[in-house]
């Protein structure tokens, strides 16, 4: 077991904005988070990342708690990738990956060879080696957020926290960055990620867990989670969960009151 | 290796390659910028450099032009303008802002509020470049209270709204010596010093900027790598392992130091440190290693260039404030206007 998270409270400053969390992530497991807006999700993901401080409860990571390991230690273990952004400066991509290799390298030094090896290696491995050179502020919204998953990967975490990691990509790219993850998995890689689609969840996710009003409400595999009634319970809206002959992808579908064109 | 990391490879040396060009293209500078000037022209100054060579006596008022008046002159116009560039490079990249220069935190403002208190009582020019200085350095100190003190959700937006705050207070102390201060005698030496000038800059002054200088370049040298990260935001690099409040503290302490050290014997020269990191980054990249020497260069060429017209286009010495902002700000528009992607 890699993480464990153990009657957690979380907030910011006095407000509290969720409690009783109890999760784990095991070697190689995908959980995704799913939840309203305004659920916590992000709050979450900070106080794993330890940019907020816990308010009551455990998180432990490789069974130490989150506080005792130095932001450098945690870094090497745990890494996050943001949602794409559009960066300020026009570095490179290969820059901005290289920028992973930060907890390995001491305060006043720069990355090496050795470095950009394993950056360069990072970016091959998601088909992303020919864009190296580009600047990081011309790619595409898509191709921004397989960069900051290589960065990710530079860090050569066991880890990978990522908010919304399909969030404002096209069909394509979301499938192409659900596919990585899943071979992420494949190399022994933890995920936790947060989507707003329960599809999305029931292509990558070993495990899925709801927050709800402050609370987590299920954890479990896709298939005993995702429910019509708790997808009912979460967001307000009558589903229809199913599969489509020849893909083996469970699939959800909207039921509106108005009827269909 | 692949292509494309030695595409990237070529790139970088590309880039270091420019760098040396620049230095050149300085060192270039630094020589005709000697031998500009009303007393003595190029034809006086390679003379008096062959009869120094020779062994035989130099006309006396040339040399005390050459080696009292132009080299400390020159000297500072390469050490302030790099001084402004590097602060200025430093600050845009720690605040996550390509607008900001090194007056942002109030530096320039407090530097000023020292220097017009020192002349309006009427202190040795020695003491009113350190009351400029403590000036500069009590502001930024002030600001960096008050931004620490409010816990807001951005610690580098409330640092710039507490330093553009304390900048309000201190002109404001500016604008009420004005008014005091004797109008035949003071009050155009106040006005004279918020212009910024180089023609009173003596070697003693050029000698004791430069441990300010150098000790505020040291971090920003150490850094030069983690200060890319540091344009990330707070959160993205605390998740890379920085501690960004230990580091940004140490910068702008840092850029601070040099900034109120060039401020306190040149006077405000505005421009340099907003408008000199644009162009180091056009011509280098965004890579504080290379952005960093690039600016300090260009910043040092830069004022150079105003210093001679400074002193050759008109019958008076021209403020440089009033030239940097003639050359720098339509520029500035110019760069906007054509989309030039120095920053997104």
């Not at chain 2, 910028?33 to 006396?60: H, N, W």
Request: aromatic share 6%; proline share 5%.
């Amino acid at each position: 077991m890699t993480l464990e998270i153990r009657g957690l409270a979380f907030g910011y400053g006095e407000r509290t904005v969720g409690a009783d969390i109890s999760l784990s992530l095991a070697t190689g497991e995908v959980l995704a988070l799913l939840g309203p807006n305004g659920a916590g999700k992000t709050t979450l993901f900070k106080t794993v990342l330890g940019l907020l401080p816990v308010k009551a409860g455990d998180i432990l990571l490789d069974c130490k708690p989150l506080s005792a390991w130095s932001r450098r230690q945690r870094a090497k273990r745990i890494a996050y990738v943001p949602q794409a952004h559009a960066a300020l400066f026009p570095f490179t991509v290969l820059e901005v990956v290289l920028m992973g290799r930060a907890p390995h390298l001491a305060p006043f030094s720069s990355p090496g060879a050795r470095d950009r090896r394993i950056a360069m290696e990072a970016l091959a491995g998601l088909g992303m080696a020919h864009l190296a050179t580009r600047p990081y502020t011309e790619i595409s919204g898509g191709e921004r957020q397989m960069a900051l998953i290589a960065r990710a990967l530079t860090q050569e975490p066991s880890i990978l926290v990522m908010d919304e990691p399909t969030a404002n990509l096209d069909y394509g790219n979301q499938m192409r960055v659900l596919s990585h993850i899943r071979s992420l998995a494949e190399r022994r890689l933890s995920v936790v990620l947060s989507t707003h689609n329960p599809d999305h969840a029931f292509l990558v996710a070993d495990r899925v867990a709801l927050l709800h009003a402050s609370k987590l409400i299920a954890l479990g595999s896709p298939r005993e989670v995702l429910t019509a009634a708790a997808l009912k319970q979460l967001y307000d809206i009558d589903v229809v969960i199913g599969s489509i002959d020849g893909s083996k992808a469970r699939l959800c579908a909207p039921r509106f009151a108005a009827p269909l064109p | 290796m692949n292509r494309r990391q030695e595409a990237s490879e070529v790139m970088v040396a590309e880039r270091k390659g420019g760098l040396w060009l620049l230095a050149g293209a300085l060192f270039l500078l630094a020589l005709v910028s000697m031998a500009v000037g009303k007393y003595a022209g190029p034809s006086e100054i390679v003379a008096a450099l062959r009869s120094a060579a020779s062994g035989q006596a130099t006309d006396p008022v040339l040399s005390t032009v050459l080696w009292n008046v132009r080299l400390p002159r020159v000297a500072g116009a390469i050490l302030i303008g790099a001084a402004l560039a590097a602060a200025g490079a430093t600050y845009q990249g720690l605040f996550r802002n390509p607008l900001v220069s090194p007056d942002i935190l109030g530096v320039s403002g407090g530097a000023s509020l020292g220097a017009v208190i020192g002349i309006f009582l009427s202190l040795p020019v020695i003491a009113i470049q350190a009351v400029s200085f403590a000036g500069g350095l009590l502001a930024v100190a002030a600001a960096y209270a008050v931004g620490m003190a409010i816990r807001g959700r951005d610690p580098a937006l409330t640092l710039v709204l507490a330093g553009i705050a304390v900048g309000a207070l201190v002109g404001a102390g500016i604008s009420l010596i004005k008014i005091l201060a004797d109008p035949y005698d003071q009050l155009p030496a106040i006005t004279y010093w918020l212009l910024g000038s180089l023609t009173a800059i003596t070697r003693l002054d050029v000698v004791s900027i430069l441990p300010a200088l150098l000790v505020g370049l040291v971090p920003l040298v150490l850094f030069r790598w983690r200060m890319n990260l540091m344009t990330l935001g707070d959160e993205e690099a605390q998740t890379l392992g920085v501690d960004t409040r230990l580091t940004r503290a140490v910068l702008v302490a840092a850029a601070t130091l040099i900034t109120a050290a060039a401020v306190s014997v040149s006077g405000v020269i505005g421009w340099i440190g907003l408008v000199i990191p644009h162009i180091a980054r056009m011509l280098v990249g965004p890579d504080f290693r290379r952005l960093l020497p690039a600016s300090m260069i260009s910043g040092s060429a830069y004022l150079l260039v105003v210093d001679m017209l400074a002193r050759s286009i008109a019958l008076i010495e021209v403020p440089l404030g009033i030239l940097t902002a003639a050359v720098g700000a339509p520029f500035f528009l110019w760069l906007l206007a054509s989309g030039r992607r120095a920053w997104q």
